[in-house]
């Protein structure tokens, strides 16, 4: 039978991509490119810290032998951002996959965080990710493929107090993604976004042991405990593949029930 010859697990293979992941040096970001690379996949990584992305380059090439290299680059200075597009197609040939990883968190209550609080969260998160979104795009339309990933964040869908900051932005991430999915989709570009829950990740370790970690993070999810790096990797391999193909706009949640509850 035809559907017998369909293509399966080879769907998954990234062998010939290229990726370029922001915030790839660590957490989230270098968990998803090390997905990305044990499926063939060669990865560009773009952080502020070049040493601490030379350093995970070298760890991706030596894990997974694909080719791997570190840029510097603040994605919230758009020229920054397209150079290192630049420097990135000049020494891979191509951008097929953007995974948007890069983002920070500050929190508190909204009547003692300070405007430029407020604004920093924003800028990285929001603005960080179109600037790297839009300089990717026509690059992505020249070769008529493409895969965009954001990271939004369970917080893009339900709220927590103490972080209007974070949850503002990642909301808009969410939006972003879905807008920018119609606009990309005739290129043969997809655009989606993952939502992850609780992973205990350098951003996360302040507030690890807290009881507001206990009772109200934690807590929240239905297998009640931190996700494991490598619990991301599935989702991020899915979207960027084939095997993502006909996710446009789509919001993919890793929050082990949260949103569920």
Known sequence: MAH?????????NMK??????????????LAMAAGLASAGCSTALVN?????????????????????????????????????????ENDFGKIDILINSAGINIRGA??????EDFNQVMKVNVEGTWNTSRA????MKKNKYGRIINMASTLGLVGLANRTPYATSKGAVVQMTRALGLELAPFNITVNAICPGPFLTEMNIPIANTEEAKNFIVGATALAR????????????????DAGSYMVGSILTVDGGWTAK
């Open 226 to 241: 931190w996700g494991e790096l490598r619990e991301i990797q599935g989702a991020a391999i899915f979207l960027a593949s």
């Open 48 to 88: 502020r810290n070049l040493e601490e992305g030379i350093s995970a380059a070298e760890e991706l090439n030596k894990d997974f032998g694909v080719k791997a290299k570190a840029y510097s680059a603040d994605v919230t200075n758009l020229e920054q951002v397209e150079a290192v597009v630049k420097e990135i």
């Open 4 to 12: 017998t010859r369909l293509p399966g697990i080879e769907q998954f």
């Open 136 to 139: 990717v795009t026509p690059l």
């Open 110 to 115: 909204i009547d003692e965080l300070s405007p």
């Open 16 to 29: 010939g991509r290229t990726a370029m992941i922001t915030g790839g040096s660590k957490g989230l970001g």
